[in-house]
């Protein structure tokens, strides 16, 4: 080394290092990042699963609710639509208007229609899919997403369909039950016309209409093809009564005279009559005789069948005085004469009842009853007197 040079120190360039984690850190924190990624995946998946299944199951329970209605309303549907089909191939004739009865028929093609055509019920899609509470992975909580958003769409058209097709049907059967309605009134306005048209009927055929028209004797057919039918009888029968009547006044007006007279002293009950050769066991031949039925019911009314010999003898006033006391009978329903004939005198005994009335109407006479029943007391007389 030569003088004046200076020892230069050697030294060495320094190299980068850097430190590495553990290769069990990596793994760590490469598990978390994909547990975290997998967790948020299961919780998207799951809270979006949640929200379209509640979605879904909440059309679900509209549309089952609708459906049930939907099927309650076909099944009524199809009662109403058989009872008119029945009713429509019997109605007519004179008691209901054609043009009633021509909108019955196209009403009930109608509805008959409308049922054809209804739509058939489908079941339930919530079942198809697990509970949100379930656990499944989330890739199959994406395929049932996709799943069920596509069927809302479907469910919400089937819901809005049955709730029209509920709706159409509805409209159907209420229009063919307000036409049923419309026809029956009709028949029963123009039957209580048949009885004002017919005075010389029957009382009891003129009660078998009445009772048709009040819908108190059909035992729940009132509006139905068997309803109708039995209006249609009742009227037919109290026309036919209308015309035998008039027919045997014309034969028998002496009877039609008698009938007249026993009417005059009912004191309001109405009576029908009938006449034959032998009542209660006792001919026309050389006696009188005569049977008295009564009903308090309907206003009060009674059936007296009379013997020919009473036509044949009416100069007899004996003959006469059955006729009274048969009348009699027929007295004790009137709410002013019950409290008497089941009082202490009569007892409820009828022919002391109706033999003592017609003494006291004035016919002292053995065929007022005195003959076939013994005289009553002045008393029961008196009594019986104050039915009038």
């Given at each position: ?11 060495s360039?320094?190299?980068a ?8 850190a990596?793994?760590?924190g490469?598990?978390?990042?994909l ?10 998946s ?5 929200q ?7 059309t679900e329970?509209?549309?089952?609710e ?8 076909l ?9 008119a089909?029945?009713l429509?191939?019997?109605v ?17 093609d109608q509805?008959?229609?409308?049922l ?5 019920a ?6 198809l ?12 909580r ?6 069920m958003?596509?069927?809302l ?9 049955f709730q ?39 009382y009891?055929?003129v009660?078998?209409v ?5 819908g108190s004797?059909v035992d ?24 035998a ?5 014309a034969?028998?007006?002496r009877?039609?005279e ?13 009576l ?15 006696w ?15 059936h ?5 010999s009473?036509?044949?003898?009416w100069?007899d006033r ?8 048969e009348v ?8 002013s ?9 009569f007892r ?11 003494i006291g ?12 029943y ?8 008196a009594?019986?007197?104050q039915c009038?």
């Open positions: 080394m030569e003088a004046g040079d200076h020892p230069t120190p050697h030294r360039d320094p190299t290092h850097r430190s590495r984690p553990p290769v069990a990596i793994v760590a490469t598990a978390v990042a547990a975290l990624g997998v967790l948020g995946h299961q919780w998207i799951t809270t979006a699963y949640e379209v299944w509640t979605a879904l199951a909440s329970a509209e549309l089952t609708t459906i049930d209605d939907y099927e309650a309303g099944d009524r549907s199809g009662a109403v639509a058989a009872r089909e029945a429509r191939t019997v007519g004739g004179d008691l209901v208007s054609p043009d009633l009865v021509e909108a019955l028929g196209a009403e009930t509805l008959t229609a409308s054809d055509t209804a739509p058939a489908s079941g339930p899609l919530t079942g899919f697990d509970e949100p509470t379930e656990f499944s992975p989330a890739w199959e994406y395929a049932d997403l996709v799943a958003a596509e069927s769409p479907e469910r919400s058209e089937a819901l809005e369909t029209q097709a509920e709706a159409e049907v509805r409209r159907a059967r209420e229009t063919v039950a307000e036409r049923v309605d419309a026809v029956f009134a009709n028949a029963r306005e123009r039957a209580d016309a048949e009885i004002a048209s017919h005075p010389l009927a029957t009891r055929t009660l078998d009445r009772h048709l028209i009040d004797g729940g057919q009132s509006n139905s093809a068997t309803g109708f039918m039995q209006l249609v009888d009742a009227v037919t029968a109290l026309r036919a009564s209308q015309a009547v008039e027919a045997a006044r034969e028998h007006p009877r039609a008698i009938e007249d007279f026993a009417r005059s002293i009912s004191q309001g009950v109405t029908d009559f009938e006449w034959a050769y032998e009542v209660a066991g006792v001919p026309s031949d050389g009188y005789a005569g049977t008295a039925e009564f009903w308090p019911e309907d206003g009060g009314w009674g007296l069948t009379l013997t020919y009473i036509d044949d003898s100069d004996n003959a006469e005085a059955v006729v009274v006391h009699g009978h027929t007295q004790a329903i009137r709410p004469c019950a409290p008497i004939f089941e009082g202490a005198e409820r005994d009828h022919e002391m009842w109706a033999t003592a009335w017609a109407m004035g016919y002292d006479l053995p065929g007022a009853g005195i003959e076939a013994g005289r009553p007391t002045d008393a029961q007389i009594a019986a007197a009038r």
